[in-house]
């Protein structure tokens, strides 16, 4: 039985950071997201949004971020699996892809409402 060590629970997050910098450093995706949530991060501040609506925009983002990690990770464990060409690959990595798209598209229109009452406000 293995015992709750704090040690173990801090390679735990080390490990976990190290698989997000991982990801950082070499998905383009990813950096197209970092570009996409520091945007939407200024907008947010110079818009002042209240704490309520930046919710929204966390969950939005969060959301996005979430699936292109899970994507990412099919991604690799798919080239172990099979590193030459196999029809189920293919549609396992083209359904984490959708799964990224589905959040984009969700987090775009979540983004959307949420901010136009702040831009509409300005003009
Ligand atoms: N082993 C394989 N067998 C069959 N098709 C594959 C295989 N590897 C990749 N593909 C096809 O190529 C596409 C791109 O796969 P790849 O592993 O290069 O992901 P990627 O370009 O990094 O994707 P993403 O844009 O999600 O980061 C997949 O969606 C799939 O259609």
Redesign the pocket.
């Known amino acids: 039985m293995s015992v709750l060590s704090l040690s173990g629970r801090v390679k735990s997050f080390v490990y976990a950071f190290a698989g997000i910098g991982f990801m950082l450093r070499t998905?383009?995706?990813a950096w197209l997201h970092a570009i996409a949530s520091v945007g939407v991060v200024g907008v947010g501040l110079w818009l002042k949004v209240t704490p309520a609506d930046w919710r929204w925009l966390i969950v939005a983002m969060a959301m996005v971020w979430v699936a292109e990690t899970f994507?990412?990770a099919i991604?690799y464990v798919?080239?172990v699996v099979?590193?030459?060409?196999?029809?189920s690959?293919?549609r396992a990595?083209?359904i984490?892809?959708g799964a990224?798209l589905l959040c984009a598209f969700a987090a775009v229109l979540t983004g959307g409402f949420t901010l136009w009452p702040y831009i509409r406000s300005i003009g």
Not at 82 to 87: A, I, L, N, Q, R
């Open positions: 998905q383009h995706n994507n990412t991604e798919c080239d099979s590193p030459g060409y196999s029809e690959v293919k990595k083209d984490a892809a990224v």
